[in-house]
T-cell receptor, first 112, second 114 residues
């Protein structure tokens, strides 16, 4: 089945520093989604990327989809304490009936 | 508030018992997904329903079953519970059964098996 890795597993940053998490798939993806889960909360959809090489921005967040559509990244510029949480990449298999797969997540801590 | 509701919020039960978790999707959403999240773990996909029909199945144990009713709400049944079944169970909904739509998650049901 499809495998997905996210690195790093944990990241501690000082407020104001940048942060990047990477998501790598063993197979080509039709699309990829990113979710954020705050401590004690539920996952919240952030964005979806569909096209090869696509880049999307949401304020301080920049999302990229690799040219080969097998990897993606989320970059946060000048982190704030409100960015604390776990960031998951996710996708569903390309064929009908395929599982929906969430990456293991990257847990971000921001020190004030 | 995502518009997805889950009941109960907390559930404490003993090993060997059976419980039912309930999920109401956002108005208009046809697809429901169930996930299990153990302590400090990622989200494990269990099963997806679309408009009453099973669409995709993940690593769902045989002791677990689910269904989606005509009014589109869904129930996840967990039987012969074991200590290892203690986890947060999330339901999510999306407008269609296709991967191109984002999922909206409910607040979850925290199950504790003692």
């Amino acid at each position: 089945g499809q495998q997905v890795m996210q690195i790093p597993q944990y990241q501690h940053v000082q407020e104001g520093e940048d942060f990047t998490t990477y998501c790598n798939s063993s197979t080509t993806l039709s699309n990829i989604q990113w979710y954020k889960q705050r401590p004690g909360g539920h996952p919240v959809f952030l964005i979806q990327l569909v096209k090869s090489g696509e880049v999307k921005k949401q304020k301080r967040l920049t999302f990229q989809f690799g040219e080969a559509k097998k990897n993606s990244s989320l970059h946060i510029t000048a982190t704030q304490t409100t960015d604390v949480g776990t960031y998951f990449c996710a996708f569903q298999g390309n064929n009908y009936g395929q599982n929906f797969v969430f990456g293991p997540g990257t847990r971000l801590s921001v020190l004030p | 508030d995502s518009g997805v509701t889950q009941t109960p919020k907390h559930l404490i039960t003993a090993t060997g018992q059976r419980v039912t978790l309930r999920c109401s999707p956002r108005s208009g959403d046809l697809s429901v997904y169930w996930y299990q999240q153990s302590l400090d773990q990622g989200l494990q996909f269990l099963i997806q329903y679309y408009n009453g029909e099973e669409r995709a199945k993940g690593n769902i144990l045989e002791r677990f079953s689910a269904q989606q009713f005509p009014d589109l709400h869904s129930e996840l049944n967990l039987s012969s519970l074991e200590l290892g079944d203690s986890a947060l169970y999330f339901c999510a909904s999306s407008p269609s059964g296709e991967a191109r739509h984002e999922q909206y998650f409910g607040p979850g049901t925290r199950l504790t098996v003692t």
